[in-house]
């Protein structure tokens, strides 16, 4: 005891033993709720979902828990399987900018790497939604666009529109844009039902319905305006307002000169 | 044989038959009024005969059965999907019929202009009085042609029953169905059965092509014949009076510009048809009951009704065993029934509240009728509010607010709001008569300063033209009425409240900003 | 000082002012020229029309700055035929204004009110003429008359009778009864509970015999919407509670305001929102009305599973579904 007492006065026994405590505290924690959270594959971690996890823990386990358990202001991740965060992650969703219901897409803060690495460590934490592979999205042959339509319009055009150009929610939320949107993320979201979004499961709706959807969808987004401007494809509201503000007013223009003496 | 014989021979041909020469004689010098705002009726006019001609043309094509098909044309993203034979051939009319979009867009651009066309027509009309006797007939007339030409609009897209418009009659099924007792009948006579049924698309069809065209046809002619026969009111000004009429003979002058005009709103609707994309009924898809599209609207000129309904509260009456749908009628019926009644009546109102039997024939400048001009702001300010909540969920997606904000502010704005415009009006009309009198008094300002011998830097003002000054007094005042509530004996009269009411309405009416006179004038030159 | 406020006098009409044209022979020569311009950039407008209908396939796109790319087959036939009427028009009014007379006329206005003895002959031709007819006298005519004519307009009413059915009872039955199964909407397959997941929605139309052939006025009171919560997020009476089952909760998706399809279901919230007046349902208790103008909430399907797990309707809805009517007994 003498030995060390000797070193109480020394400059770095303070942050010495600052750092001994944060220790001891955050190692008591992790074996703590380490008995919550489901089996982590301690012995055969891959490298991958080694690096999925220290991601997680850096920019996630603040508000989903350390061992994506979940807290108050976030859900749990655990059986949300490696879709959602594909798509989550992938389409920047997350991590959220503002913590509303409503998470918006903006620029991924992590590539594709990360994110794939994220994936695979959230899947690891139970089974879930697997993210599709390339062959599993050939929506050209596997796909019916006619159909996709048809399953478009009785599943998707009441929140997204009729044409894919997103819609309002209630109390400020909205179903968003679903023009440039990755195959693979449309079906990632039809299966994992992000935020407001339900799930469409694969009885309900099957793979090669999901893939018809996505093709009608890509078919839409590719098709041009015949008949001109499009207008936001949205409907009456914006072609009310250019025929009064164009239309009209070409017309009250002309009316203006054609009353005007000549000089 | 030159021109003038070959004319000549036809026109003695035509006069030996009819007698055509005296009274064209007479109307060929007709005097026409010229002013842009004239021209509004004249839109709507033109607009109803390109209706026509679009319209028989996609007559031509256009199949109104609701008999089931699949599909089989040229637009892949609907092959082998079942639809209505009518959704089917306007398919065929967009993408087989060369021209066929065209006429179509052209169709739809000219209704929606001539509904905006007629709501401009109707806002000059009454904000500079031209409703007064005696043209309250033409004025009701005009009323019952914006009545029409809402439904036949309705009718008109509702014809193709794609998604959209076949939600939209899902909704005018509910109104039928909503009215008491008779409800679930009529809704059954009209649709044939249980909604949609197979009878609705063929039957509304008859409605839009022959019924309300022959109706708007007839009312159209009586509108213009009586603007022909009383003459066209004219703006106030030097040289003119209640008396005459100053304007452009009918030829060639008014005949050249109003002929010009036609092939103008012709042009502007036939531009409109080919630079933007309406009603693309291909990406809406067929219409059935169990599917739905966010942000689903009528056109324009039914978006208020719509915003009515949807900021209406959810009361119901539920007693012996039926319910009446308040929140139905309400703002489907009632409201708009109100709207329209007081709309049509309001020749009568007016005159009753000024007590003005005469007949008009100078308009008024609207900032000197400021109560009237306050209540046209009030109805305009109603009517947008309305419009607003009825695109709630497009103004939410692209403005980022949400459309329970925007349904609670328009349900209190839609109260607060057009009393608040009527007071801010009729303030400002009552500044500008004070703007004008000044005007008239000291003359423009030139912005000229000018140092007087004593030191006082003064303004210098020119003053205005006599034709100006005559153009900024010749309006009238007439004081408001006076009307006895007691007798001579001072005993209470029958009708005294109305007397009251009406003697009240009618000072508030007659608030003015006294015009200047001859004896002010003088006055201010011993200044 | 007269009480009488003298008005600033009228000056009559201003002097004319010549246009240009009127008193410069160039000038005038100038505005024919424009004329002519006018209508001959009109019949350019045809031509284009005329080449674009002929010759111009409807496959080809070109690209437009600020509209993207368009169909050049309708462009040119739209410009085309917009150029070749607003044209005529800019030409005509153009000549109206700068060579036409511009001389403004005055017309004296009648006063409308016929002359007394116009007036007077009027009167008395009218009830010469009424007179003449008896119908003062002769009141039996009158009445018979009335009748005779008041009978006959009901005709047409009647002829009316057959526009349409009587409903009856028909807006309260719909095609869902004890033991119908529960079908995708397209595709018309048997759902198993276990087909759903928490969070999972799925449109729903009861099983039929000819599902290929299915009547839109049948869809329209038959559409249902599956929803799958977890249990204890229920927040319903027992005997609502007893027709989900296991989560599962089913709802008639026609809306109970005015018939659109509800079927926007948000998953964080549990609510349920029809896009066509913003009426939202809380599923958690039972589709109550929480905004917007219904009045009801959306009637509930009784469900449960038969022995291969299949999802069942367990008898036929209690309520009407749909919009209100009178006869609706909605306590």
């Known amino acids: ?263 | 044989m030159t021109v003038e014989a070959r004319l000549g021979s036809v026109a003695n041909y035509v006069d030996e038959r009819t007698g055509a020469a005296a009274w064209m004689k007479k109307n060929l010098q007709k005097a026409f009024p010229d002013h842009w705002s004239f021209l509004l009726g004249e839109v709507a006019l033109y607009s109803f005969v390109i209706l026509l001609l679009s319209g028989t043309f996609l007559t031509f094509w256009f199949d109104p059965s609701q008999r089931e098909v699949v599909y089989e044309g040229s637009y892949e993203p609907l092959e082998g999907i079942k639809m209505s034979a009518a959704y089917a051939s306007a398919l065929h009319i967009s993408f087989e019929v060369r021209g066929g979009l065209l006429m179509r867009q052209i169709h739809h651009w000219a209704a929606l202009i001539f509904m905006a066309a007629i709501v401009a027509h109707m806002m000059r009309v009454f904000f500079t009085g031209a409703f007064r006797k005696p043209r309250e007939g033409n004025w009701i007339i005009g009323i019952g042609l914006l009545t029409l030409g809402i439904v036949e609009g309705f009718l008109g897209y509702s014809l193709p029953d794609d998604l959209l418009s076949g939600t939209g009659i899902r909704i005018a099924e509910a109104i039928i169905q909503a009215l008491p007792v008779v409800g679930s009948y009529l809704a059954y006579f009209a649709f044939g059965g249980a909604f949609p049924g197979e009878s609705f698309i063929p039957r509304i069809y008859t409605v839009h092509v022959l019924l309300l065209p022959g109706a708007f046809l007839a009312l159209i002619t009586a509108h213009l014949m009586l603007v022909w026969y009383q003459k066209h009111t004219q703006y106030p000004g030097p040289g003119r009076t209640e008396k005459n009429v100053v304007g452009y003979p009918l030829m060639p002058t008014y005949m050249a510009k109003a002929g010009g005009f036609f092939f103008i709103v012709f042009g502007v609707t036939a531009f409109l048809a080919a630079v933007a994309s309406i009603n693309p009924i291909w990406l809406y898809g067929p219409y059935t009951p169990g599917q739905i599209s966010a942000g689903s609207q009528p056109d324009w000129y039914m978006g208020w009704l719509d915003g009515l309904v949807r900021m209406a509260p959810p009361i119901e009456t539920h007693a012996f065993g039926h319910t009446i749908s308040w929140n139905i009628l309400v703002p489907g019926l009632i409201i708009p029934g109100i709207l329209f009644t007081g709309m049509a009546l309001y020749p009568f109102i007016e005159s009753w509240i000024t007590g003005d039997k005469r007949e008009h024939h100078l308009l008024d400048r609207p900032r000197n009728a400021p109560n009237r001009t306050a209540l046209g702001a009030m109805s305009l300010t109603f009517v947008m509010v309305t419009l607003i909540n009825g695109g709630n969920d497009i103004i939410a997606t692209h403005f980022d607010l949400s459309i329970n904000q925007i349904m609670w502010g328009t349900r209190f704005g839609v109260f607060i709001l057009p009393p608040l415009a009527f007071v801010i009006t009729k303030r400002l009309c009552l500044s500008l008569q004070r703007a004008d009198r000044e005007l008239v008094l000291h003359g423009r300002e030139t912005g000229t300063l000018l140092r007087l011998p004593h030191g006082e830097f003064v303004e210098v003002h020119e003053p205005i033209s006599p034709e100006k000054a005559f153009l900024l007094t010749s309006h009238e005042q007439a004081p408001p009425l006076e009307l006895p509530e007691v007798d001579g004996r001072g005993v209470k009269r029958a009708g005294a409240l109305r007397n009251k009411l009406r003697s009240r309405m009618s000072v508030a009416n007659a608030e003015a900003i006294p015009k200047v006179s001859v004896n002010d004038l003088k006055e201010i030159e011993h200044h | 000082m007269s009480n009488e406020i003298e008005a600033i006098k009228d000056p009559g009409l201003p002097a004319h002012v010549h246009r240009k044209a009127d008193t410069d022979s160039a000038a005038a020569d100038r505005a024919e020229r424009q004329v002519a311009i006018l209508f001959g950039i009109s019949a350019l407008g045809t031509v284009l029309l005329i080449v674009s209908y002929i010759f111009i396939p409807d496959d080809v796109f070109i690209f437009i700055p600020v509209m993207g790319n368009q169909n050049a087959h309708q462009l040119g036939l739209g410009l085309g035929m917009a150029i070749s009427l607003f044209f005529i028009g800019m030409g005509a009014i153009h000549w109206a204004k700068t060579l036409m007379p511009d001389t403004e006329v005055v017309a004296q206005r009648h006063e409308f009110r016929s002359p007394d003895s116009d007036r007077k002959e009027f009167v008395e031709a009218v009830k010469s003429g009424a007179g003449a007819a008896g119908l003062g006298r002769r009141s039996l005519i009158k009445k018979s008359l009335g009748a005779a004519l008041g009978l006959s307009a009901l005709s047409p009413l009647l002829l009316l009778r057959d526009l349409g059915p009587l409903p009856e009872k028909e807006l309260e039955k719909t095609t869902w009864k004890s033991g119908t199964y529960l079908v995708t909407d397209p595709g018309n397959r048997r759902i198993k509970a276990s087909d759903l997941e928490v969070g999972a929605v799925a449109q729903v139309l009861p099983e039929i015999e000819d599902p290929e052939h299915r009547k839109l006025s049948d869809i329209a009171k038959d559409a249902v919407l599956l929803i799958r919560l977890r249990p204890q997020e229920f927040n319903l009476e027992a005997n609502k509670l007893a027709m989900t089952h296991d989560g599962i909760i089913a709802f008639s998706k026609i809306c109970s305001h005015m018939g659109c399809a509800v079927a926007l279901y948000e998953q964080q919230t549990k609510h349920l929102l029809c896009p066509c007046h913003q009426s939202t349902f809380d599923v958690t208790r039972g589709a109550k009305v929480i905004f917007g103008p219904s009045a009801r909430p959306l009637p509930q399907l009784d469900i449960t599973i038969d022995q291969e797990g299949y999802l069942v309707a367990r008898q036929p809805f209690s309520e009407p579904v749909g919009p209100s009517f009178w006869e609706r007994n909605s306590q």
Not at chain 1, 253 to 260: D, Q
């Open chain 1, 1 to 263: 005891m003498k030995r060390i007492s000797r070193y109480r006065r020394h400059k770095a026994a303070g942050p010495f033993l600052l750092l001994l405590a944060l220790l001891a505290i955050g190692t008591t924690f992790s074996v703590a709720s380490a008995t919550t959270a489901a089996e982590t594959t301690s012995a055969d971690r891959s490298l991958q979902i080694e690096e999925g996890r220290q991601i997680f823990l850096k920019g996630c386990s603040s508000c989903h828990g350390l061992n994506a358990e979940g807290a108050q202001i976030a859900p749990s991740l655990i059986g949300v399987g490696a879709a959602s965060v594909d798509f989550q992650v992938g389409t920047g969703r997350m991590p959220m900018a503002d913590m509303s219901t409503q998470a918006m897409r903006k620029e991924p803060l992590y590539n594709a790497e990360e994110t794939a690495a994220l994936a695979a460590y959230v899947a690891s934490l139970a089974p879930g939604p697997a993210i599709p592979g390339e062959s599993e999205l050939n929506f050209e042959r596997d796909g019916s666009t006619a159909e996709g339509g048809e399953l478009f319009r009785n599943n998707c055009a009441m929140c997204h529109n009729f044409a894919g150009q997103g819609g309002a929610l209630s109390q400020g939320k909205y179903a968003p844009t679903l023009m440039g949107v990755e195959p693979r993320h449309i079906y990632e979201a039809m299966v994992t039902g992000p935020q407001s979004m339900p799930v469409f499961s694969d009885k309900t709706i099957t793979p090669e319905e999901k893939l018809s959807i996505i093709k009608w969808i890509k078919s839409a987004e590719k098709e041009p305006n015949l008949g001109g401007a499009s207008l936001g494809r949205v409907g009456p509201v914006t072609e009310g307002l250019l025929g009064w503000v164009l239309g009209l007013g070409i017309l009250i223009g002309v009316a203006v000169w054609l009353a005007m003496k000549a000089r």
